[in-house]
């Protein structure tokens, strides 16, 4: 435990079952929190700068989040869409007008050469968040989707095709020369607990893992390292994992969770319903852990958080890790 009596935790997270994970650590009275997130679905949108896993962190973490839809700010309006679809523009990507105060704010702090670290940090703050939102890179990194059609970008396959092709294949420009943020080494480095939140395997964890030095950085720590699994029952909550690791020829359920994160986490937590696939979970390296996973409140949302850092820091779980 830190000098300030706190336990410091390292979230490794994407948009929405990310921000829940962050929420529920957040709430945690004995927990420091710092969330390194994802930046490979961020693009460029009406001449702004989006970063939708960043700010759906954000918006939750400051608790102004649309909790009806999982991402967007609460109370809404679209004017600024309605005049840009009425000019002609294509207004596929839902962005609400207080939405695109941030992208604008964001987009002349990039123009005026500001670090996307410095700036994530700086509207982390603004809305109040006491957790520290770490991007992986500060560089640009896009995930890309090969459909039967071509290639997209991920917000085309994601929003405008609402998932709708096949994956046939997944790739992300400029990782393999990303660097790594100081911020995020430090955040793993500096780290009494990492967890892997409950985001798809393949276009939320992979580009933070992928970027150079991180998952080497995160087998190096010392620290214990715990997953939780997106999928109950072989369904994920939300989102398209289980339909893309399907195409992509790996198991959609837990068991291909622990596949992915084989020495990189030694414990998995899984739900009740997932039970039987303990055996198979543990054959691939990781102690399964039952237990109700489903973040429907903010309740449900602390209470695994706080199992999970009850199991960290329980005698035995530290031995294991020693």
Partial sequence: MSSAGKHKVTLLAGGVGGAKMAEGLAALPDVALSVIGNVADDDNFHGLWVSPDIDTLTY??????????????????????ET????????????????FGLHIY???RRRRGDRPSDIARDVAR????????????DDTVQTRVRTDAGWLSFQEYFVRERCAPEVRELAFEG??????TPGA??????????????SNPLVSIAPILGVPGIADAVQASAAPKIAVSPFIAGKVVKGPADRMMQALGERADAIGVARRYRGLAASLFIDHADAA?????????????????????????????????DLAFAPAHLEANA
Avoid at 61 to 67: A, E, F, S, T, Y
Avoid at 89 to 94: K, L, Q, V, Y
Avoid at 175 to 180: E, H, I, T, V
Avoid at 185 to 195: F, G, K, S, Y
């Fill in 60 to 81: 939750s973490l400051g608790n102004v989040i649309d909790r009806n839809q999982g991402w967007g700010v609460a109370d809404e309006g679209h004017r600024a869409l």
């Fill in 106 to 108: 964001r987009t002349m």
């Fill in 126 to 137: 603004a809305f109040g968040v006491a957790a520290e939102i770490v991007l992986p890179t």
């Fill in 185 to 198: 080494l430090e955040a793993v480095r500096a780290a009494d607990l990492i967890v892997i939140a409950p």
């Fill in 175 to 180: 990782l393999g020369q990303a660097r790594p």
């Fill in 84 to 99: 840009l679809n009425k000019l002609g523009a294509d207004t596929w990507m839902s962005l609400g007008d207080r939405d």
């Fill in 277 to 309: 696939l303990g055996g198979a979970i543990r054959a691939e390296g990781l102690e399964p852990v039952c237990s109700r996973i489903l973040m429907q409140t903010q309740e449900d949302k602390a209470r695994l958080a706080r199992e999970i850092v």
